[in-house]
């Protein structure tokens, strides 16, 4: 990142918070798991101390972090979770060891099992929930 800043350039980094903190995250992930076994969702890989500390170990200075939350809306909600699927299946151990069309049988099943979480969350086709990120802004 340092690299590709001139000198006194910004910087703006977003990172997804803990799918703990986001329950339309954590139940989707928990359907998958009932697939897939455990996943270790690499998308959520900064809390607010590590995102600064990454920053700043980049060579960036007046490091600040903030944490926000955002209500988000996808018009095509069965689409978002085949989506989310397809990357559960990539960042799952089991899924690593499929072969492609158990890949796509796995998502499938997923999408299918995910239809109560999609609902308790939707908007006719559509779907809508809050989601936390980290926001690191620095100075190079």
Same mark, same amino acid.
């Given at each position: 990142?340092?690299?590709?800043?001139?000198?006194?350039?910004?910087?703006?980094?977003?990172?997804?918070?803990?799918?703990?903190?986001?329950?339309?995250?954590?139940?989707?992930?928990?359907?998958?798991?009932?697939?897939?076994?455990?996943?270790?969702?690499?998308?959520?890989?900064?809390?607010? %101390? *590590?995102?600064?500390?990454?920053?700043?170990?980049?060579?960036?200075?007046?490091?600040?972090?903030?944490?926000?939350?955002?209500?988000?809306?996808?018009?095509?909600?069965?689409?978002?979770?085949?989506?989310?699927?397809?990357?559960?299946?990539?960042?799952? %151990?089991?899924?690593?060891?499929?072969?492609?069309?158990?890949?796509?049988?796995?998502?499938? *099943?997923?999408?299918?099992?995910?239809?109560?979480?999609?609902?308790?969350?939707?908007?006719?086709?559509?779907?809508?929930?809050?989601?936390?990120?980290?926001?690191?802004?620095?100075?190079?």
């Amino acid at each position: 990142m340092r690299r590709a800043l001139r000198e006194g350039g910004k910087l703006a980094v977003a990172t997804w918070r803990s799918d703990e903190e986001i329950p339309f995250l954590r139940e989707l992930r928990h359907v998958a798991e009932r697939h897939l076994g455990p996943i270790a969702d690499a998308r959520y890989n900064f809390a607010e %101390t *590590a995102l600064e500390v990454f920053v700043r170990d980049a060579g960036f200075n007046n490091v600040a972090v903030k944490t926000i939350s955002r209500r988000v809306h996808f018009d095509d909600g069965r689409e978002f979770a085949r989506l989310n699927s397809m990357a559960f299946v990539g960042l799952s %151990t089991a899924g690593r060891e499929m072969d492609e069309q158990q890949r796509r049988q796995a998502v499938d *099943a997923i999408v299918t099992d995910s239809a109560a979480v999609l609902k308790s969350h939707s908007k006719g086709s559509a779907v809508d929930f809050d989601l936390r990120t980290n926001v690191a802004r620095a100075k190079g």
